[in-house]
């Protein structure tokens, strides 16, 4: 499971993720706020990336599985 808050879909962090994008392409916040928001931003960009990582991993045991079973036949 992806490091950070532990209960959390990937399409959830992935909708946070794209919130803070948009605060900082609004160009709006304090330097401060801006630097603690991107921090916040780079941990869920690797949480997203793990989830992801994760996700094609499966994908790829479970293709493999069909190819064996497929030469079995």
Do not use: H, W
Request: aromatic share 6%.
């Amino acid at each position: 499971m992806p490091s950070g808050k532990k209960n959390e879909s990937f399409e959830k962090t992935l909708t946070k993720l794209e919130e803070i994008v948009s605060k900082l392409e609004r160009g709006e916040l304090p330097l401060d706020k801006s630097l603690e928001t991107f921090e916040s931003g780079i941990e869920m960009y690797n949480s997203c990336k793990e989830f992801l990582s994760q996700a094609e991993s499966k994908i790829k045991v479970l293709s493999d599985s069909l190819k064996e079973e497929e030469l079995e036949d």
